[in-house]
């Protein structure tokens, strides 16, 4: 049981690029989402599922786009990377809170520190 | 959307003193409140949580306490320890969504 697994743990981007964060959990989780983290700004919600084949923006999702195939993947590729975009990205997933009245805390992957120059 | 505010940014503590860290929510439909601890360069991870049903929850040395009223939640931690030093979020969830909104984070300094 490995968890959420991140994919890269490090990027460095010239602006305009684009590429792809992938992030997959192997339990059977519903819900995924990504997560910025910036100085001082805690954790924002770029994106979120709740299950394969459906998503939805969160606080932050200008210049991101995702897409739910599986109940385990949920990538999250920059289209047109800018400096704006340098962070910390943090993937995580949880059972859906409807199943019953306890475990809905994140579990994160390990994080993808991003650098767009 | 949901609206959180932390406070303190910063914390310091003498080893074996108590810390408290305070969180306020904007939305009533709010009914999850989970607490994360996030050590240097690692992943936020969960270390308590309370769901608006209940008024306080306690394990070993940490307690979350919640006033819906008030709509502000708090975590407290006893006897605090150099291995507390990381930093906290508070986070809440609006009613059977899991749409996490979070604090901005308490960064909690235990001096030996």
């Known amino acids: 049981n490995a968890g959420v697994t991140q994919t890269p743990k490090f990027q460095v981007l010239k602006t305009g690029q684009s590429m792809t964060l992938q992030c997959a959990q192997d339990m059977n989780h519903e819900y995924m989402s990504w997560y910025r983290q910036d100085p001082g700004m805690g954790l924002r919600l770029i994106h979120y599922s709740v299950g394969a084949g459906i998503t939805d923006q969160g606080e932050v999702p200008n210049g991101y786009n995702v897409s739910r195939s599986t109940t385990e993947d949920f990538p999250l590729r920059l289209l047109s990377a800018a400096p704006s975009q340098t962070s910390v990205y943090f993937c995580a997933s949880s059972p859906l809170m409807t199943r019953g009245p306890s475990g809905y805390g994140y579990t994160f992957g390990s994080g993808t520190r991003l650098t767009v120059v | 959307g949901e609206n959180v505010e932390q406070h303190p940014s910063t914390l310091s503590v003498q080893e074996g003193d108590s810390a408290v860290i305070k969180c306020t929510y904007s939305?009533?439909?709010?009914?999850?409140f989970p607490w994360y601890k996030q050590e240097l360069g690692k992943r936020p991870q969960l270390i308590i949580d309370i769901r608006s049903n209940v008024g306080e929850k306690k394990d070993q040395r940490i307690a979350v306490t919640l006033n819906k009223t008030a709509k502000h939640f708090s975590l407290h931690i006893t006897e605090t320890q150099p291995e507390d030093s990381a930093v906290y979020f508070c986070a809440c969830s609006i009613y059977n969504f899991n749409k996490f909104y979070f604090g901005s984070g308490t960064k909690l300094n235990v001096k030996p």
């Open positions: 939305d009533s439909a709010s009914n999850y």
